[in-house]
């Protein structure tokens, strides 16, 4: 599973059963985040969510960054039996929007690609572990 964390709302993306191919799930608003992660990780059985961190052009923690790695030290205390991974999302958002403009217009804005977002920043995540296989 991952997270594109947010101030109002979160993306959220999980992958398939043999955590090959990520999809695209929900946004939810960032105060129900965690009772919506306590059902979805009981649901699905989820041991490993993967978390954007959006770092600067160059790399370094930044404001922003800096709040969502707050966040996720929360979230490890919240859920002790999920591994919580943090992945770089440098520009992640703006190719979600991107990718939907052509299809959607401009109107819809950041909300309906959050959760996009979350499944690219997912599928970097599956994509790199398997590259890993390969290699290792």
Avoid: C
């Amino acid at each position: 599973m991952a997270l594109d964390l947010g101030e109002a709302r979160t993306g959220v993306a999980i992958s398939d059963t043999g955590s090959t191919l990520a999809r695209p799930l929900e946004v939810v608003p960032s105060q129900q985040l965690r009772e919506y992660l306590r059902g979805l990780i009981q649901r699905e059985g989820v041991s490993e969510v993967v978390v954007g961190v959006p770092k600067t052009l160059g790399g370094e923690i930044g404001f922003q960054a800096g709040k969502v790695l707050a966040e996720v030290e929360s979230l490890r205390v919240a859920f002790p039996g999920v591994n919580f991974v943090e992945r770089d999302e440098r520009l992640t958002t703006r190719l979600a929007v991107a990718g939907t403009r052509k299809k959607r217009g401009r109107r819809k804005g950041r909300e309906w690609v959050d959760h996009l977002a979350a499944a690219r920043i997912l599928q970097e995540h599956l994509d790199a572990r398997e590259r890993g296989k390969a290699f290792g």
